[in-house]
T-cell receptor, first 114, second 116 residues
Framework: DAGITQSPRYKITETGRQVTLMCHQTWSHSYMFWYRQDLGHGLRLIYYSAAADITDKGEVPDGYVVSRSKTENFPLTLESATRSQTSVYFC?????????????FGPGTRLTVL | AQKVTQAQTEISVVEKEDVTLDCVYETRDTTYYLFWYKQPPSGELVFLIRRNSFDEQNEISGRYSWNFQKSTSSFNFTITASQVVDSAVYFCALSEWSGANSKLTFGKGITLSVRP
């Protein structure tokens, strides 16, 4: 199916465990993003990537690691999960090619850290 | 530091009413981008519009229109003849694509309820 997918959609883990959230897009968009959404904070950018092997920090990168070896995949890893990382995580992709460009979001992953 | 303020937290209207969602931003950059997103009750995020700081033309797309005014640092969103399906949380956002520390800053969102 064309589009942007995230897996898993729901995840419960324990403090201290490593967790990887997957993001896959089928459009070959250059830009990809990870956000987290929390009540009272809205959406905050964690990391973004302008192309394969090019990543950079957003507003709240601490505790997270990303990689992008292939254009279509942009996994987000929580190296040692903490309760404060309980959130809904959204992945997005975008061409950033001009005035009609569009950013597409995945369906989100709801992560609970116990 | 960049900032986005959506002063309205909740708006309730009756179907067919027009409604305007306000967005005020702060930035020191001369080049920046403004966005609006919609998040319906199902939870997905839907991109509505992206506008760069050099383009102050108003945009109309069906029942949706956007008014960008640099003089007042505002990027307001109007829904004409609202419908129940417009019920959602609407986020305004600002980005400064200026290199290593590019940030996308969202407002807190406005919850719009459209009653039949």
């Amino acid at each position: 199916d064309a589009g942007i997918t995230q897996s898993p959609r729901y995840k419960i883990t324990e403090t201290g465990r490593q967790v990887t959230l997957m993001c896959h897009q089928t459009w070959s968009h250059s830009y990809m993003f990870w956000y987290r959404q929390d009540l009272g904070h809205g959406l905050r950018l964690i990391y973004y990537s302008a192309a394969a092997d090019i990543t950079d920090k957003g507003e709240v990168p601490d505790g997270y690691v990303v990689s992008r070896s292939k254009t279509e995949n942009f996994p987000l890893t929580l190296e040692s999960a903490t309760r404060s990382q309980t959130s809904v995580y959204f992945c997005a992709s975008m061409w950033l090619a001009g005035p009609t460009d569009t950013q597409y979001f995945g369906p989100g992953t709801r992560l609970t850290v116990l | 530091a960049q900032k986005v303020t959506q002063a309205q937290t909740e708006i309730s209207v009756v179907e067919k009413e027009d409604v305007t969602l306000d967005c005020v931003y702060e930035t020191r950059d001369t080049t920046y981008y403004l966005f609006w997103y919609k998040q319906p009750p199902s939870g997905e995020l839907v991109f509505l519009i992206r506008r760069n700081s050099f383009d102050e033309q108003n945009e109309i797309s069906g029942r949706y229109s956007w008014n960008f005014q640099k003089s007042t640092s505002s990027f307001n969103f109007t829904i004409t003849a609202s419908q129940v399906v417009d019920s959602a949380v609407y986020f305004c956002a600002l980005s400064e694509w200026s290199g290593a520390n590019s940030k996308l800053t969202f407002g807190k969102g406005i919850t719009l309820s459209v009653r039949p």
